[in-house]
């Protein structure tokens, strides 16, 4: 395979517009079937500041690509761990039944699907957006528009829950890069005053929604890691914390010991 140096001139442009990786970018660009003049409205887009996963349609995650929204949440690849965790978690499991909870693209339950043999994945969103965008990269009759559990089917249990619930602290979305804060729907950024809202509604009602020996997986900052597994432990969960410092990544895991479902 020979691999190709991408145009200074664009790797110029693009790094002039503040593009962090602007020769990963512009090799990704160069590589759209697309004609020159479609791909300087592209190049146009990004230079604007629109993210680079909405101009092409697509974001790579877990070595798959997943079809992306505008308003939708990107999947960041820090969240790999949580994919990570999860396979370790089901590795004795024979169920192997999977929520992504609060889906948005519906990328964490995809990269599931795609490493566990015979998974069955579930996904739910309050975002009719990432409803729809979810419905393009998992089993669209599994994905439920709804508050968190609540679009469920009653006494559907789960062996693995994966919750990346918006934890940015309400205060801190100013803070945001603006790829985020600016064309990523709110409500699937903001975690309230501590940023630990919608985790709390995750952790506490998942006993009844987990297996015996089932594992709720959540997303946090280094900083609130501590608190959610507090939360876990508060609702009888075996509670341990994940850093993985190459990631930049923190995952809480909690496990159903003994909770019937």
Known sequence: ???????????????AAGCVFAEDEAALLEAEPVSPQEREAMVVRRVAGEPLELILGWAEFCGLRIRVAPGVFVPRQRSALMVDLAVHAT???????????????????????????????????????????????????????????????????????LANAPYVPTAQIRNMPPEARDHEHHVALDGGADGLDVQRRVIDQAPKHLTPGGVLVVEASQEQAPVTASLM?????????????????????????????
Not at 1 to 15: E, H
Not at 102 to 130: S, Y
Not at 233 to 260: M, N, S, W
């Open 91 to 161: 590795e004795d499991s024979t169920t192997r039944r999977v929520l992504d909870l609060g889906c948005g693209t519906g990328a964490l339950g995809a990269a599931v699907f795609a490493r566990i043999q015979g998974a069955e994945v579930w996904a739910t969103d309050i975002d009719p957006a990432a409803v729809a965008c979810a419905q393009q990269n998992l089993p669209p009759d599994r994905v439920l528009l709804g508050d968190l559990y609540d679009p469920l089917p009653d006494g559907l249990e789960f062996d693995l829950i």
């Open 233 to 261: 432990r508060e609702q009888g969960l075996v509670a341990e914390v994940h850093h993985d410092e190459e990631l930049y990544a923190t995952v809480v895991t909690g496990t159903a010991v003994g909770i019937p479902g």
């Open 1 to 15: 395979m020979t691999s190709t140096t991408p145009d200074p001139g664009l790797v110029a442009r693009l790094r």
